[in-house]
């Protein structure tokens, strides 16, 4: 999944360590700098790794350097006069920036065209910086209220959806409502979900992009049990089903919630989550149902591309939960 041509490498690892280096940042100038120098490095990448996308590549870099042409200017303007719907307009920009709701279009459709390696750096990586950026400052009423609307409106569009990757970015906004919210809660709670929605992300992008699927029905295929069983985890691991991996987060950012009092926006959270993990199951169920006697045939020579070293981190990652709850309690 990693770029393999030595000319890619150095935009790549500058690539990574831009978030890095913003952490250490506390001027708001040169964080905005970083953020467009992030913004310039992934373009690089998307030049370089996604052919004859020219069109999307273009529309992604004019909604970005909008927004951020806004932001910068809303930030001058607070040197001047501390007016906090000043912050309010820069914290939209910055939803722009995520891709959240209602500011999901371009997301979606970056994520239709985009192979599964950059789709997984579009979920992730490049959220790190804006995310940061609301936690420095923010609007509590307009990032509650986008969250939940963004929860209510991701559990709705992924209902009887087959494509994956639509699938994987419907759930990337239900989740980016959590993490605002986690935002709020502490710097501990965000860190944990993100890296832990990371972690189970990348294993299901690396999962597609090995395969090539692009689609649910790409699995009527495969015949191999242990595959179908380990790939279904997976997705209910995204949908936080105990004790899986991705449970963890939900009852972390759970207690923190219950601390508030704050229980009917616990509750939203997780309907809108169960909405989710209906239709995970739904997909899965209605898979494993109507292809059960494919599983005793011959194994498919191709996928012995999963080498060792993906299950060795998937080994990994069941062990991991007590390290992030340690982290957590302490």
Not at 57 to 82: A, D, Q, T
Not at 101 to 106: A, E, G, K, S
Not at 121 to 131: A, G, V
Not at 153 to 161: C, D, E
Request: a positive charge; hydrophobic letters at 60%.
């Amino acid at each position: 999944m990693i770029f393999l041509k030595k000319y890619n490498l150095f935009y790549f690892w500058l690539y990574l360590m831009t978030p890095i280096f913003m952490m250490y940042l506390n001027n708001y100038f040169s964080i905005w700098i970083f953020m467009e120098l992030n913004l310039v490095l992934f373009i690089t990448l998307l030049i370089i790794n996604s052919k004859f996308l020219g069109d999307k590549i273009m529309k992604y870099y004019f909604i970005n350097s909008l927004s951020s042409m806004v932001f910068l200017f809303f930030m001058n303007l607070m040197l001047i006069n501390k007016n906090w719907n000043f912050i309010l307009i820069m914290n939209l920009m910055i939803l722009i920036k995520l891709g959240m709701f209602p500011f999901h279009l371009w997301f979606i459709d970056m994520m239709i065209y985009l192979n599964w390696t950059m789709c997984f750096f579009l979920m992730t990586w490049q959220k790190i910086i804006p995310l940061l950026l609301i936690m420095y400052m923010y609007n509590l009423k307009l990032i509650i209220m986008v969250s939940i609307l963004g929860g209510l409106f991701s559990s709705m569009m992924i209902f009887n959806q087959i494509f994956l990757k639509k699938l994987l970015a419907y759930s990337s906004i239900n989740h980016l409502s959590w993490m605002l919210i986690s935002l709020i809660l502490g710097s501990k709670i965000w860190l944990i979900y993100f890296f832990s929605y990371m972690i189970i992300n990348y294993s299901i992008t690396y999962i597609f992009k090995i395969l090539e699927m692009n689609e649910f029905s790409s699995l009527y295929i495969y015949k191999m049990n242990y595959f179908k069983n380990f790939l279904f985890l997976l997705m209910l691991s995204l949908g936080g089903i105990p004790p899986l991996f991705g449970f963890l987060m939900k009852l972390i950012f759970s207690f923190e919630i219950m601390m508030l009092n704050n229980f009917f926006l616990l509750m939203l959270m997780f309907f809108y989550s169960l909405i989710f993990l209906f239709n995970y199951l739904n997909l899965n169920l209605n898979f494993f149902l109507m292809y059960s006697y494919n599983l005793n045939f011959k194994k498919m020579i191709f996928l012995k591309k999963l080498n060792f070293n993906f299950f060795n981190m998937m080994i990994l990652l069941s062990t991991m939960n007590l390290f992030f709850m340690a982290f957590w309690i302490l």
